[in-house]
């Protein structure tokens, strides 16, 4: 499905990377668009019905922000805000994108353990 940029939502607390987003990768992937390159969509969850969040893809979406497009393919998932949180940090960047690095990781175990939600849960 294509979705209008402007209507895709970022909320900084769905961002699971500790420095944000990387420059570098941006401009590499900024370089691969004008090349022609294609990209899988970025994923956003539909939480209402005007409100679409972004939960994976943060670099391509700033890469196709900085290109100037207007429609991109996304991949929508419609939930609750609490679905949208958990699938942004506990499960984007499982299968392609940059690795994340350990400062990554332990921002991730933190949110996790500091979510009421999950206060219930063993530690294992």
């Known amino acids: 499905m294509k979705l209008p940029l402007h209507l895709i939502e970022l ?3 769905f961002q699971c990377r500790y ?3 990387n420059p570098d990768t941006v401009q ?3 370089e691969a668009i004008e090349k022609g390159d294609k990209f899988p969509p970025i994923d956003v969850y539909k939480i209402s019905e005007d409100s679409y969040v972004l939960v994976d893809g943060w670099h391509r979406f700033k890469a196709y922000s900085v290109c100037l497009l ?3 393919e996304v991949n929508v998932t ?4 609490e679905e949208a949180q958990d699938y942004a940090l506990f499960r984007a960047n499982r299968k392609n994108g940059q690795r994340l690095t350990r400062q990554d990781q332990q921002k991730l175990v933190e949110a996790a353990v500091l ?3 999950f206060v219930d849960m063993p530690t294992r």
């Open 11 to 13: 909320r900084p607390t």
């Open 78 to 81: 419609e939930g609750t805000e």
């Open 19 to 21: 420095n944000g987003i």
């Open 28 to 30: 590499e992937y900024v």
């Open 115 to 117: 979510n009421p939600r």
């Open 70 to 72: 207007t429609d991109i």
